[in-house]
């Protein structure tokens, strides 16, 4: 009996869906619970599961373009057939001695390596390589290993040469332009479309206005250094600089929330909570998961969730539910070794906190030219429902809130 498996719904506003990497082939035997595919759609990607054991049939081809609640492959129910190595385990008692030892060898690594915790797109980069899984060190979620893990241990293999190296194209390539492959052309994912999408929108949709300030870091790295040992073995996590952003946005919001706002056709929907988003780069493209409820949460309890979030990011387990709700988002370009820019709202939001490298700069201090550790901010925000007065009161107060970090830990 053949059952159907269909691309899933997984968000309202998601029609299709792009069939990323087949993890099983075509015709192999899988049982109920094991990850087949990853699909793409223009927002996150998702592993698909089957919950039947039985023969795969492949019904599309990778890089194909299904609507939700297409079929994509099908298994056929059944029993593992005879002679499938990694399903017939009671093989090898009655198998023949003049089996080759190579080959013995070669199952029994392929099935340790399907043991080895690795995300889909780490074991393809391995497949595509010839890197064994095993002798590579897992840096993501309990030891699992990802994508940089991999194309590491790629770049330290040795017996390979840079212009070898260089003449391989991209994947995901699809055509070679150019005498001596000096350029290659490769099709935009839904990811990347989205994205292009959205950013253009909001520069058409929105008044994007930008305003500046810097903070001094001084106090606020002092207090961190203060407290960040004690801070770890007590709550398992480093305090990092985003969660005191993250409250003195929330103290901000408070005392102007008209950025707590956004509007909706021709009316303003006021937000009474503190769902802050914050961007994190991957190789995949710019998320923005929400840190929920920042104004009840502890700066313990907010560091806990953006290293969750970030992990996710980093192995594409993102979820659609991890991405909605924002009302602020906060960006940090200084993690890169940007001075100064100009960050896009994230529509519908009316605000976004942009945060840059912290250098060493003279600045006046009590009539006195010291050298402080100095952060530019810019708040870029949408001049339809946010007037000036209110987006520098605003920054001000972020600034406020940095430069004099023992006030927030206290409320005051």
């Not at 057939?81 to 001695?97: I, K, L, M, V, W």
């Not at 994508?147 to 212009?163: L, N, P």
């Not at 500046?212 to 790295?221: K, P, R, V």
Request: net charge negative; with cysteine; hydrophobic share 40%.
């Amino acid at each position: 009996m053949a059952h159907e498996i269909k691309i899933p719904s997984v968000g309202e506003s998601i029609t299709s869906a792009t069939l990323g990497t087949w993890h099983k082939a075509d015709n192999e035997y899988v049982d109920a619970g094991e990850v087949i595919l990853t699909i793409e759609t223009d927002k996150i990607s998702t592993e698909l599961e089957t919950d039947k054991a039985g023969i795969l049939k492949h019904l599309a081809g990778e890089g194909d373009e299904l609507e939700i609640g297409a079929a994509v492959a099908s298994i056929e129910e059944g029993e593992a057939p005879e002679g499938t190595s990694e399903r017939n385990d009671s093989a090898g008692e009655n198998a023949p001695d003049e089996t080759p030892q190579e080959e013995t060898e070669s199952s029994s690594s392929e099935e340790k390596e399907d043991r080895i915790k690795a995300t889909p797109v780490a074991r393809k980069i391995a497949d595509e390589q010839g890197i064994n899984l095993s002798n590579v060190k897992g840096t993501g979620a309990a030891g699992k290993i990802t994508k940089s893990d991999v194309i590491g241990a790629t770049s330290q293999e040795s017996g390979k040469s840079t212009a070898t190296q260089s003449s391989v194209p991209a994947a995901g390539a699809t055509q070679v332009v150019g005498a001596g492959n000096r350029t290659t052309r490769t099709k935009l994912s839904p990811l990347r479309r989205k994205i292009a999408t959205h950013l253009v929108n909001a520069q058409q949709e929105a008044a994007i206005l930008s305003t500046f300030n810097e903070c001094d870091m001084t106090n606020l790295m002092a207090l961190r250094k203060r407290v960040q040992e004690d801070f770890v073995a007590k709550h398992g996590v480093k305090l990092g600089f985003m969660s005191f952003f993250i409250k003195a946005v929330v103290d901000a919001l408070k005392a102007v929330p008209g950025i707590n706002a956004q509007i909706d056709g021709d009316e303003i929907v006021q937000n009474h909570f503190f769902d802050v988003g914050v961007a994190v780069g991957t190789d995949k493209g710019l998320f923005v998961p929400v840190v929920r409820d920042c104004d009840s949460k502890s700066f313990a309890e907010i560091e806990q969730d953006i290293i969750a979030y970030a992990t996710k990011a980093r192995e594409g387990a993102i979820s659609l539910e991890d991405l909605q709700g924002g009302v602020f988002t906060i960006t940090n370009g200084g993690i890169y070794g940007s001075l100064l820019s100009t960050p896009i709202l994230n529509p519908p939001q009316s605000g976004i906190l942009g945060m840059h490298s912290i250098q060493q700069r003279p600045v006046a201090v009590d009539g006195q030219v010291v050298i402080r550790p100095m952060m530019y901010l810019a708040l870029s925000y949408d001049h339809r429902i946010v007037d000036g007065k209110e987006a520098v009161t605003f920054l001000v107060r972020v600034k406020d809130c940095i430069e004099n970090p023992d006030r927030m830990l206290i409320g005051v």
